[in-house]
């Protein structure tokens, strides 16, 4: 340690000293500027210093480390204290109710400020001055972490199927201002508590799943539902010993009305617990044929105590991404395979979609739909023709040919694929582009919808439309395939003006505006499309109003009716998440 830091060190221990002789003094509003004498201000600023320069302070037990907020509040307040009873009371209550938004009151210091207000309530140990002072910055250390995590989520978010980080950027912006700037004027303004619901989304998503948490706790504290033996395939009519097994699960997850359970009915798998058994398939993605199978068992099997934790897990993804969405949207659930166009609440437009395969995992993320490109040409990725295209030339050099491809030199050329030595070839530093022309059969189909991204994904039509019929549609290599583009252009471009004749290419514009009215061309139109798809030119689109697209992994969620929907974790991703939501916080400031 050298001199300096030594004598600055040794400066707030005497200040702390000073200040255990001292009597307490009431805050003051964070507002005022007048000097006022708290004694308790020499002790906060010595500790405050201690956090700004080390990064972090223990304080009675608890490790204070809001490196960047804290200080920032303090100095503002001219070191005096920020809270009294009143404040301190509603935090308090905060805290607690910070279990129904699936977080950890041990993450907010809950115990050591229990044992401050008993030994503040009894006068125990130190002075009032050191103890308030204390308090004071544990509640305001609580205050910073529960208000972030609301408003942010606990853990820092990734965009790969990595397990995110217990900690998060407490100096990231809020609406473009510093939160340390947002902090202070609500605590100014004294209403803590409203303060933290305000900062939960507010997304109906949200407040969902936070009612279907409670209700999971409920059930699993009263032992949650009974588990049902393996057996043969349970089909209408038949007669087993495991129906009222089945009949008592079916009620307690509200898929069923109880029965008495009495007469010949009672083993018979009847026509009701068909009807509720397809209900509870549909609420878990599976094919609602009401027959109870391997997977409707093993969804039948999964634990109260289990689904309380998927809601808790899911609740840190929309506190991550479900924020600031008060204009139209587009949503792609990763595990649910379908997208969403959302505006005010309400669906505009759904389709199922086909989603990354395990070894190629779709990220979540967050980005802007900024244009669309109708018949777009397909690039084919670096890993395509490192696995396909360069082994097929190798073997077949007619693999290019056979598949539309050409090749498509640095000045924009085609060039001849015999003058390509293909046994030398590398994808790594192929000095070509290797292109499919917009047609039947491109790998993008008849419209590509552009999010610009750091992952390369975007959303788009496929000719494979096979698969769209399948109950499990992860079977891309990272970008979203929809079942419905077109129906999603429609929705975006309906009343967009239509390009400038200068801005398109003359055999596109001239099919477009064939034979239409004035009235017909001013703006796009389902037909406007359908005409531009027909020319097989490429157009680009771009949107006059971008919009949000979120890439969720949700595998729970309350629906518009109120029922939980549960889907399978296709990537593995909740296990991790809930391990690091679990662990203890530490602040990456």
Same mark, same amino acid.
């Given at each position: 340690?050298?001199?300096?830091?030594?004598?600055?060190?040794?400066?707030?221990?005497?200040?702390?000293?000073?200040?255990?002789?001292?009597? !307490?003094?009431?805050?003051?509003?964070?507002?005022?500027?007048?000097?006022?004498?708290?004694?308790?201000?020499?002790? =906060?600023?010595?500790?405050?210093?201690?956090?700004?320069?080390?990064?972090?302070?223990?304080?009675?037990?608890?490790?204070?480390?809001?490196?960047?907020? *804290?200080?920032?509040?303090?100095?503002?307040?001219?070191?005096?204290?920020?809270?009294?009873?009143?404040?301190?009371?509603?935090?308090?209550?905060?805290?607690?109710?910070?279990?129904?938004?699936?977080?950890?009151?041990?993450?907010?210091?809950?115990?050591?400020?229990?044992?401050?207000?008993?030994?503040?309530?009894?006068?125990?140990?130190?002075?009032?001055?050191?103890?308030?002072?204390?308090?004071?910055?544990?509640?305001?250390?609580?205050?910073?972490?529960?208000?972030?995590?609301?408003?942010?989520?606990?853990?820092?978010?990734?965009?790969?199927?990595?397990?995110?980080?217990?900690?998060?950027?407490?100096?990231?912006?809020?609406?473009?201002?510093?939160?340390?700037?947002?902090?202070?004027?609500?605590?100014?303004?004294?209403?803590?508590?409203?303060?933290?619901?305000? !900062?939960?989304?507010?997304?109906?998503?949200?407040?969902?799943?936070?009612?279907?948490?409670?209700?999971?706790?409920?059930?699993?504290?009263?032992?949650?539902?009974?588990?049902?033996?393996?057996?043969? =395939?349970?089909?209408?009519?038949?007669?087993?010993?495991?129906?009222?097994?089945?009949?008592?699960?079916?009620?307690?997850?509200?898929?069923?009305?109880?029965?008495?359970?009495?007469?010949?009915?009672?083993?018979?798998?009847?026509?009701?617990?068909?009807?509720?058994?397809?209900?509870?398939?549909?609420?878990?993605?599976?094919?609602?044929?009401?027959?109870?199978?391997?997977?409707?068992?093993?969804?039948?099997?999964?634990?109260?105590?289990?689904?309380?934790?998927?809601?808790?897990?899911?609740?840190?993804?929309?506190?991550?991404?479900?924020?600031?969405?008060?204009?139209?949207?587009?949503?792609?659930?990763?595990?649910?395979?379908?997208?969403?166009?959302?505006?005010?609440?309400?669906?505009?437009?759904?389709?199922?979609?086909?989603?990354?395969?395990?070894?190629?995992?779709?990220?979540?993320?967050?980005?802007?739909?900024?244009?669309?490109?109708?018949?777009?040409?397909?690039?084919?990725?670096?890993?395509?023709?490192?696995?396909?295209?360069?082994?097929?030339?190798?073997?077949?050099?007619?693999?290019?040919?056979?598949?539309?491809?050409?090749?498509?030199?640095?000045?924009?050329?085609?060039?001849?694929?015999?003058?390509?030595?293909?046994?030398?070839?590398?994808?790594?530093?192929?000095?070509?582009?290797?292109?499919?022309?917009?047609?039947?059969?491109?790998?993008?189909?008849?419209?590509?919808?552009?999010?610009?991204?750091?992952?390369?994904?975007?959303?788009?039509?496929?000719?494979?439309?096979?698969?769209?019929?399948?109950?499990?549609?992860?079977?891309?290599?990272?970008?979203?395939?929809?079942?419905?583009?077109?129906?999603?252009?429609?929705?975006?471009?309906?009343?967009?003006?239509?390009?400038?004749?200068?801005?398109?290419?003359?055999?596109?514009?001239?099919?477009?505006?064939?034979?239409?009215?004035?009235?017909?061309?001013?703006?796009?139109?389902?037909?406007?499309?359908?005409?531009?798809?027909?020319?097989?030119?490429?157009?680009?689109?771009?949107?006059?109003?971008?919009?949000?697209?979120?890439?969720?992994?949700?595998?729970?969620?309350?629906?518009?009716?109120?029922?939980?929907?549960?889907?399978?974790?296709?990537?593995?991703?909740?296990?991790?998440?809930?391990?690091? *939501?679990?662990?203890?916080?530490?602040?990456?400031?």
């Amino acid at each position: 340690m050298n001199l300096q830091r030594f004598l600055r060190r040794r400066a707030r221990r005497a200040a702390e000293l000073a200040a255990l002789l001292t009597l !307490a003094a009431p805050p003051v509003p964070i507002g005022a500027r007048e000097p006022a004498a708290d004694p308790a201000a020499e002790l =906060l600023r010595a500790r405050v210093e201690t956090l700004r320069e080390d990064g972090r302070l223990n304080v009675r037990g608890a490790w204070l480390s809001s490196r960047h907020v *804290l200080p920032v509040l303090y100095e503002a307040n001219g070191f005096r204290r920020l809270w009294d009873d009143a404040r301190a009371d509603q935090l308090a209550r905060a805290i607690d109710e910070a279990r129904s938004d699936g977080l950890d009151p041990r993450d907010y210091h809950a115990a050591v400020l229990e044992q401050l207000e008993r030994q503040t309530s009894a006068g125990e140990g130190f002075t009032p001055t050191v103890l308030l002072g204390d308090r004071d910055l544990v509640l305001t250390d609580a205050f910073v972490r529960l208000w972030s995590h609301l408003r942010f989520g606990k853990l820092e978010a990734r965009t790969d199927s990595l397990p995110p980080a217990p900690r998060w950027d407490l100096r990231r912006l809020v609406n473009g201002r510093d939160p340390a700037a947002v902090l202070h004027e609500i605590l100014d303004a004294g209403d803590v508590e409203r303060a933290l619901l305000d !900062a939960r989304p507010t997304h109906a998503l949200y407040e969902g799943l936070r009612e279907a948490l409670g209700h999971c706790r409920v059930l699993a504290a009263r032992g949650g539902w009974p588990a049902l033996a393996r057996g043969p =395939l349970l089909k209408p009519g038949l007669r087993d010993a495991r129906v009222p097994a089945l009949r008592r699960r079916l009620a307690l997850s509200g898929d069923a009305v109880p029965d008495s359970g009495a007469g010949e009915g009672a083993v018979t798998y009847d026509s009701v617990l068909v009807t509720a058994v397809a209900a509870l398939q549909r609420r878990h993605g599976l094919p609602d044929d009401g027959v109870v199978g391997p997977l409707t068992l093993a969804a039948l099997n999964v634990t109260a105590e289990a689904r309380t934790e998927q809601l808790r897990a899911n609740l840190e993804r929309a506190r991550q991404f479900l924020r600031d969405l008060d204009t139209p949207h587009v949503a792609v659930n990763i595990p649910d395979q379908r997208a969403e166009l959302t505006s005010g609440g309400r669906v505009l437009w759904r389709a199922r979609a086909q989603v990354g395969r395990p070894l190629r995992q779709t990220p979540s993320f967050r980005a802007r739909l900024t244009y669309l490109v109708l018949n777009p040409p397909w690039v084919v990725p670096e890993i395509i023709l490192a696995r396909e295209l360069i082994p097929g030339m190798r073997a077949d050099p007619s693999t290019l040919a056979r598949r539309r491809l050409r090749l498509i030199d640095r000045d924009g050329a085609e060039a001849d694929p015999a003058t390509v030595d293909w046994a030398a070839a590398d994808a790594s530093c192929f000095p070509y582009l290797v292109q499919q022309d917009p047609g039947p059969d491109n790998p993008l189909g008849r419209v590509k919808f552009m999010l610009p991204n750091d992952h390369q994904v975007y959303l788009h039509d496929t000719p494979n439309r096979a698969l769209f019929a399948s109950a499990s549609r992860a079977a891309s290599s990272g970008c979203i395939r929809l079942e419905d583009p077109l129906g999603l252009a429609e929705q975006l471009l309906t009343g967009q003006p239509l390009p400038a004749a200068q801005a398109v290419e003359a055999p596109v514009l001239a099919r477009l505006r064939a034979g239409a009215d004035a009235a017909a061309l001013a703006t796009w139109t389902r037909a406007a499309i359908d005409t531009v798809i027909a020319t097989g030119e490429t157009l680009t689109v771009p949107l006059t109003s971008p919009l949000p697209v979120l890439l969720l992994y949700l595998t729970a969620w309350q629906d518009e009716a109120g029922r939980v929907q549960f889907r399978a974790d296709i990537y593995g991703r909740d296990a991790p998440l809930l391990e690091m *939501l679990d662990a203890r916080f530490t602040a990456a400031e």
